[in-house]
């Protein structure tokens, strides 16, 4: 079996609200087998992963999906539930899965619901391989399969300090986002975002940071706060180790002056030889520099400051085996990591335990070697230091720590300048004050890690991503207004009035569009952008106080969406568009995934809804916040069913826009006051306006900011609107520019052309090349309604099709509708065929653009306007 191609949702998508992977699996020789035909694998397979027992499958019950493998079904959707098993073995929850054929039983989709896009691939790479071999009767190696999986789930993942802080502040509804591979991650959106980097926040600062990299550095500061720490001295060889150690007395410590993780630490040591040696060990992670300081007799702890609290401490252990007269340390060792708990670098709750140079040196410190056979009941520490990362163990003793330790712990991180800070100190006796136990601080962290808090050997496991969730946000959850508007036509419309509303109340507003994405009125990227990526940059911007996403269908197929939620959704309407791509064949399949973005309305939000359009009031049912309905014409029956029922509406009564709440109607405005409607001509506009409306209202502006919005919004021009409607008067004929490209908005288009009452209408169209020819055909015929001639073009991206081949299409639509061929020119560039259409109309002629590229169509429109009024100005002239 083969992945040949594969999509990873990091958030809400058109298969779950959770994150998601989705391949093209090509199954071949296996595709066509059922396991009804051998039962014997069916038995190999649950025994060898008994978890599958668990699955519920499509029959909803517990042992469902082992039903369905006892009656019969395909090895797709086997592979899909060793997968869901391999990754709930690695430590995820997901339990989302679909298999669904492409056309053969060879091939097929399978959506399975994971954490990251690696750790999914190798779960399902490992479940074809375990099919595979099960069905062909063969060995398979299940534990070496679950540990790769568990293996790459954990490497690509966050690691489980910043895991811990993801995962408190989604229990307090906080959103967040991964903004690299590693632990940098947006916590919160826009003004009220915080960022961290681990543990390091952007409060941490740099100057402590740079501070605690240097252990000399980092034992002036406490000196000089008078904070206990051990004597030492800084030496760039191993001579004056040797001597830095005798000036001290033994026993003392080795260690690099810029180290962490307690690479090349070492600790207890008496000679000059073993001096020495440490000094080589912890000059490779010092740039040759070390410290040799005093060591301080007692019991190793850390203690976890945040914010000016000591909120959780442990006593850690250093790693040690015990033998049993029968294998060597190195073989005891291995044994040790064997703990499922165990696992490289930092991804793990416990770290592998590692036989270096200062592992040998702490051995033979007591006497033995890696092959030394240790007898029975003896133990052999394999480090002399406590840290984590090199394999250490923790006990929990928040319980246990005196005021006294607390609050040195706490002066300490203060002294540093340091928000969140890991304080390790020595003492003999952690309710005794430092000074009276002749304990020490030894270290202090600034990017401490939480695995010794979180997953500590004995004791309770301390909640201290909340502690740090609750530092950064109070009782905030970090959200700003976030409005997603959805549909096949209006959409850009709507936003961009939306934006406009939310901009005159005195907001940040950051929007994304079909035309770009702006940051309070400036554009920041130009661009068809309405997908997840577009979103994230609006939402990671720390400027935005408002968020309105324009969010169209092909960004939520191939991304999903770039938000976990939104307080306002809107759908405007839902048109055959788009069909035939993507998997979206019908227009179910389209509702449906327009619908997430009311999927994902919070319960305090709510879904904004087109009470006209059948399909989109079908969406209502999947709102978890209140519905809000709106309409471009007189309230029909499902409005008035709506507010009989206590809802919410915005409607037109008597030519103007009302909003109607708990049965009572507020005027807005007068639709023919609405500029974007071209004194209540375009019709378009006033089921735009109410869309918008609904959505502010909702949001909690006011009736008056709402309306203050509406009247202040343009018509189409080169500012907020351009594009839209935009109508221009050319030396003796007007232009239109208009981004219709499928028949619902050129239908409605003609009824606002007609209402100009042109003397000639020549239309410049061009239609995307990714819809279908039938589609494409409709919207053709649409434009054959009110145009007296078409110059035919073609978009500048074919999205697949070959030179010609749509222009020839449109021109064949045409015909049929009857237009006569001496009405129909070709000119394939955008520019030139606009150039042309405005040199060439008649006066008082309309010459309607359906574009594509926005600044090639108005410079072209600049050219021949400047040309056309020229020869005006001469003919006048000569008159």
Not at 467 to 488: C, D, E, K, M, W
Not at 518 to 535: C, R, Y
Not at 810 to 819: H, N, Y
Request: net charge neutral.
């Amino acid at each position: 079996m083969e992945i040949l191609s594969h999509r990873f949702f990091p958030g809400p998508n058109r298969h779950t609200l959770a994150s998601a992977l989705e391949v093209i699996m090509d199954l071949k020789e296996w595709g066509n087998h059922s396991t009804a035909e051998r039962p014997t694998f069916v038995r190999r397979l649950t025994n060898a992963l008994p978890g599958l027992w668990r699955h519920h499958c499509s029959l909803g019950m517990p042992g469902g999906f082992c039903q369905r493998l006892t009656q019969g079904t395909f090895l797709g959707h086997v592979t899909e539930h060793v997968a869901l098993e391999l990754l709930y073995l690695a430590g995820e929850g997901g339990i989302y899965g679909k298999t669904r054929e492409q056309g053969s039983p060879f091939q097929v989709l399978i959506v399975i619901e994971t954490g990251t896009e690696a750790g999914g691939l190798a779960a399902l790479q490992n479940a074809a391989a375990i099919v595979v071999a099960l069905w062909d009767d063969k060995e398979c190696a299940i534990e070496q399969a679950a540990w790769e999986t568990r293996r790459d789930v954990a490497s690509a993942q966050l690691g489980p300090s910043t895991r811990a802080i993801i995962e408190a502040a989604a229990r307090a509804d906080i959103p967040w986002q991964r903004l690299d591979s590693q632990s940098y991650v947006r916590l919160g959106q826009g003004v009220a975002q915080r960022r961290i980097i681990g543990t390091m926040t952007d409060a941490t600062s740099i100057i402590s940071g740079d501070i605690c990299q240097d252990k000399l550095w980092t034992k002036q500061v406490l000196q000089a706060a008078g904070i206990p720490v051990p004597l030492g001295k800084l030496v760039e060889s191993a001579e004056e180790a040797v001597k830095a150690a005798k000036e001290l007395g033994y026993p003392v410590v080795a260690k690099p002056l810029g180290g962490h993780h307690g690479d090349g630490v070492s600790m207890h040591l008496t000679t000059d030889a073993e001096v020495h040696r440490a000094f080589d060990a912890a000059a490779i992670h010092g740039e040759g520099k070390v410290i040799v300081e005093q060591e301080i007799s007692g019991t190793a702890y850390r203690i976890l400051v945040v914010h000016g609290e000591a909120v959780a401490a442990t006593m850690r252990q250093p790693p040690f085996v015990i033998g049993d007269g029968i294998h060597t340390v190195s073989e005891l060792v291995q044994m040790l990591n064997q703990d499922p708990r165990r696992g490289p670098g930092h991804d793990f709750p416990m770290s592998y335990v590692v036989l270096d140079s200062v592992a040998l040196l702490t051995l033979g410190q007591q006497g033995y070697h890696p092959d030394h056979v240790l007898r029975s009941g003896i133990r052999v520490w394999i480090r002399q230091t406590a840290n984590m990362s090199t394999g250490a163990t923790a006990v929990d003793v928040t319980d246990e720590v005196g005021p006294g330790i607390r609050m040195a712990a706490v002066r300490a991180a203060q002294a540093l300048g340091l928000d969140i800070a890991g304080v390790d100190l020595v003492t003999d006796d952690l309710r005794s004050p430092l000074g009276t136990s002749k304990g020490a601080i030894v270290e202090v962290n600034a990017a401490p890690g939480l695995r010794m808090h979180l997953y500590p050997s004995e004791g309770k496991a301390r909640p201290v991503g909340d502690h740090i969730v609750s530092y950064l946000f109070g009782q905030n959850t970090g959200r700003i207004p976030v409005a997603a508007i959805t549909g096949t036509n209006g959409k850009t419309t709507v936003t961009r009035m939306l934006a406009h509303i939310w901009s005159q109340c005195g907001k940040r507003v950051g929007m994304a569009t079909t035309d770009g994405i702006l940051i309070n009125s400036q554009v920041v990227q130009q661009g068809d952008l309405t997908g997840p990526w577009s979103a994230r940059l609006v939402l990671n911007d720390p400027t935005v106080e408002v968020a309105i996403l324009e969010t169209a269908r092909g960004g939520m197929v191939r991304g999903g969406l770039g938000f976990d939620a939104c307080d306002v959704g809107v759908v405007t309407n839902i048109g055959t568009d788009h069909l035939g791509q993507d998997g979206i064949d019908s227009l179910k399949d389209l509702v449906h995934l327009k619908a997430l973005v009311v999927d994902v309305v919070r319960p305090s939000g709510a879904a904004v809804l087109n009470a006209d359009d059948p399909a989109v009031l079908s969406m209502a049912s999947r709102s978890r916040g209140r519905v809000v309905l709106f309409s471009g014409q007189e309230a029909g029956i499902a409005i008035a069913q709506h507010i009989s029922a206590g809802g919410r509406a915005v409607f037109v009564k008597r030519g103007n826009l009302v909003y109607c709440t708990a049965g009572k109607e507020t005027r807005l405005l007068g639709t023919r006051v609405l500029p974007a409607t071209l004194g209540g001509v375009a019709r378009m506009n006033i089921a735009n306006a109410a869309a918008a409306a609904a959505a502010g209202l909702a949001m909690g502006l006011s009736t008056r900011q709402v309306s203050h919005g509406l009247v202040t919004f343009p018509a189409g021009g080169e500012g907020v609107n351009r594009g839209r409607l935009e109508l221009s008067l050319v030396g003796d004929i007007r232009v239109l520019l208009d981004y219709g490209h499928n028949a619902p908005a050129i239908l409605a288009l003609g009824d606002f052309i007609r209402k100009l009452k042109a003397k000639e209408v020549v239309c410049v169209l061009g239609l995307p090349g990714d819809r279908r020819n039938q589609d494409l055909q409709d919207a053709a015929r649409a434009a054959a309604q009110f145009c007296h001639r078409v110059i035919i073009r073609e978009d500048n991206d074919l999205r697949g099709r070959q030179p010609g081949e749509m222009a020839e299409l449109i021109r064949q639509a045409l015909r049929s509708e009857g237009v006569d061929a001496s009405r129909l020119q070709i000119i394939p560039d955008e520019g030139q065929a606009v150039h042309q259409a405005i040199l060439e109309a008649v006066p008082k002629s309309l010459v309607v653009v359906l574009y594509e590229r926005y600044a090639i169509v108005k410079d072209a429109v600049r050219q021949a306007g400047a040309i056309r009024m020229k020869s005006l100005a001469l003919a006048r002239d000569r008159a």
